[in-house]
């Protein structure tokens, strides 16, 4: 079997990866702040993921792989969120993680074996905490807020490899007038009288809510250990998350790493440009759903590109993947799939997750439709029947949802049996309209969008 190999950020080398424990795996995922609906950068993040996930499952057996995404539910997002619409935080969570998992399961994203959600853990946070105190990593300062001093640890920043002077101006994001040291982040903050209860835990330090990165720190350690095999992210997360989660774990735990391996997918672009509400290009996973687009479309979309790489969201994009998928569907035609994943696609996946390889050698797999099926299904595509596949894809405004017209193709037939022919006529006008080819065959009449 060839070796899987990941590039590791912290090392900047592709390395060969061999687990902490011969044949076990753990993974942290940062997972979603739950305030809103998922964006296309989310998504990215969940799929490029769930294709490692899918892989370690593949190589070492399901039951051997820990794979750990959390959800942020205590945030000054979700506060603000919750302030300005009147929804209790609790309900606004809960309804923002359904619809986080609704938009993966569309997505074909496997569900994880762990999803500790950051309130669940707050004692764990306040233990990490006192243990740094008591390490002298860090301080209650005058304003209340409990900081992580980061001259305190002699290696900070190994991961991001940023200058002195980057790390001030990031840490500047989280004002606190009290620091240390301006690179000093929060690990506690007291809760402010405007904001509401709901959000506040009590503390050693008063009431309060923990800082984001001692969350990961915290829930990673109490499901995956001190030391785990692969941390993976956003890029974007790098600077300050990351590498505020390994200074908190390292200084706690006493060791010389949180993660062997660190993995980071570039960001997602739309149309060449960055992703913003301003630009009026900010797509959630809803949107594109909504206008049609199936699940699978999206996820081979955005596995399109090597997962390290930026990636450009395009309408053209979407068009070539569907065209693909259709091909694709067409080959397999719902023949049994092969009992093995074919070795080309799988020594593609495990070369640094090389998405865009494993499609090419599918595409190379046209003679075969066992092996397509094989390969895809790996790939979370060709989970559909073929059938539902040429169907699907929801109705826009002007469409016609499916059951609408299964039944305008009964009425039909009908129509026909009568004798009405003027009305059968009408009905397929209409359907071609809509962009609905019937094809009319012994077994009576199939269908499909155009
Ligand atoms: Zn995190």
Redo the contacts with the bound molecule.
């Keep these: 079997m060839t070796e899987i190999r990941l590039t590791n950020t912290l090392t900047r080398q592709i390395e060969d990866f061999v687990p902490i424990i011969p044949g076990q795996v753990g993974v942290y995922l940062?997972g979603p702040t739950v305030y809103d609906l998922a964006h296309l950068g989310n998504a990215r993040s969940a799929v490029n993921f769930d294709m490692l996930h899918r892989l370690l499952r593949h190589d070492f057996g399901a039951e051997n792989v820990s794979f750990v995404r959390?959800i942020t539910d205590v945030d000054d997002k979700i506060i603000a969120r919750s302030i300005e619409t009147g929804k209790p935080i609790g309900e606004l969570t809960a309804a923002s993680t359904q619809d986080y998992l609704d938009d993966l399961d569309a997505l074909s994203v496997l569900p994880v074996t762990n999803m500790p959600r950051a309130t669940e853990y707050i004692p764990e946070m306040i233990g990490m905490i006192e243990v740094l105190i008591d390490k002298g990593h860090a301080y209650v300062a005058p304003d209340g807020n409990v900081l992580f001093h980061v001259p305190s640890m002699n290696d900070y920043g190994q991961l991001s490899r940023r200058s002195q002077d980057d790390i001030i101006a990031g840490a500047r994001v989280e004002v606190s007038s009290a620091k240390r040291d301006a690179s000093d982040f929060v690990l506690w903050k007291p809760k402010k009288n405007e904001e509401p209860e709901s959000a506040a835990f009590a503390s050693p330090w008063g009431l309060g809510r923990p800082g984001w990165h001692i969350?990961?720190s915290a829930m990673s350690k109490s499901i995956l250990g001190d030391v785990f095999d692969i941390h993976a992210?956003g890029n974007d997360?790098i600077f300050p998350?990351h590498e505020n989660?390994i200074a908190q774990s390292r200084c706690a735990n006493d060791t010389a790493h949180m993660a062997k391996t660190w993995l980071h997918n570039g960001m997602l672009m739309v149309e060449g440009q960055k992703m913003s509400k301003s630009l009026g290009n900010f797509f959630t996973v809803r949107d594109l759903l909504g206008e049609g687009h199936q699940g699978e479309t999206l996820r081979l979309s955005l596995l399109s590109g090597h997962y390290r790489a930026p990636l450009d969201f395009t309408q053209a994009k979407l068009v070539e993947a569907k065209n693909r998928l259709d091909s694709w569907y067409r080959t397999w035609n719902g023949a049994p799939a092969a009992a093995e994943v074919p070795e080309p696609v799988l020594r593609a996946v495990r070369d640094d997750l090389n998405t865009p390889q494993a499609f090419a050698e599918i595409d190379a797999l046209k003679s075969n439709p066992a092996q397509l099926a094989a390969a895809a299904q790996f790939l979370g595509l060709l989970t559909q029947s073929p059938e539902d596949w040429f169907q699907g894809g929801g109705s826009d405004e002007d469409g016609l949802s499916g059951d609408a017209i299964d039944a305008l193709i009964i009425e039909r037939a009908d129509a026909k049996k009568a004798k009405n022919f003027a009305r059968a006529d009408e009905i397929r006008d209409q359907l071609t309209e809509a962009g609905i080819i019937l094809e009319d065959g012994a077994g009576g009449t199939t269908w499909r969008r155009g």
């Design positions: 940062c959390n969350e990961c992210g997360l998350h989660e």
